[in-house]
């Protein structure tokens, strides 16, 4: 299982632990805290960042070509046709509702 904590959260969590005689519980977080920050190196950061912006630049060239798409066949155009239409989610293509919008006629 996998489970997401801020670091107020798993402090907050540690601290009870301490505070009910949890010492073992105490520990695996910890050991788990400590593997997370290990784990996080410069290599990785770069490889997630250009990760990212090879799926954003995939994501704003389906929407691009389809709102010019739809402008050739008289289509429609909002953020969920093209959405729909690009096949990327709603919150992906409304982040380039701007350009949704101006290029709609």
């Known amino acids: 299982m996998r489970i997401t904590l801020s ?6 969590l540690q601290k009870l632990c301490l505070e009910n ?5 105490f520990n695996r977080l910890s050991h788990e805290e400590h593997k997370s920050i290990k784990s996080r190196t ?9 990760a990212t912006k090879v799926r954003q630049d995939i994501a704003r060239k389906k929407i691009e070509s389809t709102v010019n798409m739809m402008r050739l066949f008289n289509q429609k155009i909002t953020v969920y046709s093209v959405a729909k239409e690009a096949q990327v989610s709603y ?10 919008l101006q290029n709609a006629h």
Do not use: R, S
């Open 7 to 12: 670091h107020k959260e798993l402090h907050e």
């Open 21 to 25: 005689g949890k010492q073992e519980l």
């Open 42 to 50: 410069i290599k990785k950061t770069k490889a997630t960042q250009k």
């Open 91 to 100: 919150n992906t293509a409304n982040k380039y509702k701007e350009y949704i």
